[in-house]
């Protein structure tokens, strides 16, 4: 048998915050992001949801991106905005979400991207 005298104790510097309502288990500030953490969700949902918007819009299924908006319950700009994000260039939207690069520009500026030429667009993102 064990006695109390043989337990073992672990401590791990973690803060429990909350973001958006939730609690979210924060490591020490002396710790660095792993590559895993890398990709930024919202980007990678915003990719996600803008390709949907993308594939609905070419099936027939919407013929304005004032009716798409409609349906999905946001305004039009901000939907006219991220669906740019599905002409993003091959190399930037491979990298963004299977090379777990993070990007140098936010999601907003990432969206104004996609006028550039497909060359442009991986220099400003990838700094």
Same mark, same amino acid.
């Given at each position: 048998?064990?006695s109390?005298?043989?337990?073992?104790?672990?401590?791990?510097?973690?803060?429990?915050?909350?973001?958006?309502?939730?609690?979210k288990?924060?490591?020490p500030?002396?710790?660095?992001?792993?590559?895993?953490?890398?990709?930024?969700?919202?980007?990678?949902?915003?990719?996600?949801?803008?390709?949907?918007?993308?594939?609905?819009?070419?099936?027939?299924?919407?013929?304005?991106?004032?009716?798409? *908006?409609? +349906? &999905?319950? !946001?305004?039009?700009?901000?939907?006219?905005?991220?669906?740019r994000?599905?002409?993003? @260039?091959?190399? %930037?939207?491979?990298?963004?979400t299977?090379?777990r690069? *993070?990007? +140098? &520009?936010? !999601?907003?500026?990432?969206?104004f991207?996609?006028?550039?030429?497909?060359?442009?667009? @991986?220099?400003? %993102?990838?700094?």
């Amino acid at each position: 048998m064990t006695s109390p005298n043989d337990t073992i104790r672990v401590l791990i510097p973690l803060k429990v915050r909350k973001k958006n309502g939730r609690p979210k288990i924060l490591p020490p500030a002396e710790h660095g992001h792993s590559a895993d953490q890398a990709q930024d969700p919202h980007i990678l949902r915003a990719i996600g949801r803008a390709w949907g918007w993308r594939r609905r819009m070419e099936a027939g299924e919407f013929a304005t991106i004032q009716e798409l *908006a409609e +349906a &999905v319950g !946001l305004a039009e700009r901000h939907v006219s905005r991220q669906l740019r994000l599905a002409y993003l @260039a091959p190399e %930037v939207l491979k990298r963004l979400t299977c090379g777990r690069e *993070a990007s +140098a &520009v936010s !999601l907003y500026d990432l969206c104004f991207l996609a006028g550039e030429t497909w060359q442009k667009q @991986a220099e400003r %993102v990838f700094r």
